[in-house]
């Protein structure tokens, strides 16, 4: 395969479009070799095709069973495939051809977060941050463990950290969009997903999150954003309260024009909390 379709192949992949980087890598007609089959593999892996990244990687691995950047894909694969043991071995395998591998070891140590090991994933992030202090790949990282430990006020700092070194990044958009989402704080929320979205338009499951909180940012849902700034233990309660305030307010016969009046709103507002969300999924439906 050349190399100029291969330095195609990788832009594509830098500006989000991994469809794209698989067209390009198809019309190239030649087989590929270690370095194609990889880039091709980080593009199944991008539109989460997990089954053909293992199959990818397994070819790659037959021509060059070292290849560090084969093995890496395929155990991002087999995680998500379900085989968290095997993906575990790849990148311990790895590790140890190259164990101040920064990519590697934020991936180790991701691998640990998302499996119940913060503790492990913690000391795994700090022999990266000593290979790489202030890098966005371990920032990054960090602000998960630290969303892990309901430090989310830490992760949104740590967050706007990196984007203030890159605005664009994609993965940081989704995070601090994410956390302000969380906190209720859809109108911000919203223009951060939108961006990050944009960032990889094949990227199906991310446009559509970012569309649901941009319907979540409109005016008339702002119940939605009250109820979500509760701690999940109150929102059933809360929940409860609304609809038996609604039932003794309905059995209530006020005298007085005020006591009328505070009726009256209390049920306008009950009833635009339970049909915000219908409204504004028909909105955003003609908006499209």
Do not use: K
């Amino acid at each position: 395969m050349s190399d100029s379709a291969l330095t195609r192949a990788e832009h594509w992949l830098e500006v989000g479009r991994p469809e794209r980087c698989l067209e390009e890598l198809a019309q190239a007609g030649a087989e590929p070799d270690p370095r194609g089959l990889a880039l091709q593999a980080m593009a199944l892996r991008q539109l989460e095709r997990w089954q053909e990244c293992v199959d990818v990687t397994s070819r790659g691995l037959a021509l060059a069973p070292d290849d560090l950047e084969l093995r890496f894909q395929r155990a991002v694969a087999v995680e998500q495939l379900g085989d968290v043991a095997q993906a575990e071995r790849l990148l311990l395998a790895c590790l140890e051809a190259q164990p101040r591998h920064v990519v590697l070891l934020t991936g180790y140590a991701s691998l640990l977060l998302r499996h119940g090991h913060p503790d492990e994933a913690e000391r795994v992030l700090t022999r990266a941050a000593a290979e790489a202090p202030g890098s966005p790949e371990v920032e990054m990282v960090r602000a998960r463990l630290l969303m892990v430990r309901r430090r989310d006020a830490d992760a949104v700092e740590v967050v706007r950290g990196v984007l203030a070194q890159d605005p664009t990044r994609a993965d940081a958009l989704w995070l601090l969009g994410a956390l302000e989402h969380e906190r209720g704080l859809s109108r911000q929320a919203a223009p951060r997903l939108r961006s990050a979205a944009l960032s990889n338009l094949d990227d199906r499951e991310l446009a559509s999150g970012a569309r649901d909180v941009g319907r979540e940012a409109r005016w008339f849902a702002w119940p939605l954003r009250l109820v979500r700034r509760l701690p999940d233990a109150l929102v059933v309660p809360a929940q409860l309260g609304v609809v038996l305030a609604a039932a003794l307010l309905l059995g209530y016969r006020p005298t007085q024009a005020a006591g009328a009046v505070l009726l009256a709103a209390f049920l306008v507002f009950v009833a635009w909390f339970w049909i915000a969300v219908l409204v504004s999924r028909a909105a955003s439906r003609r908006n499209r």
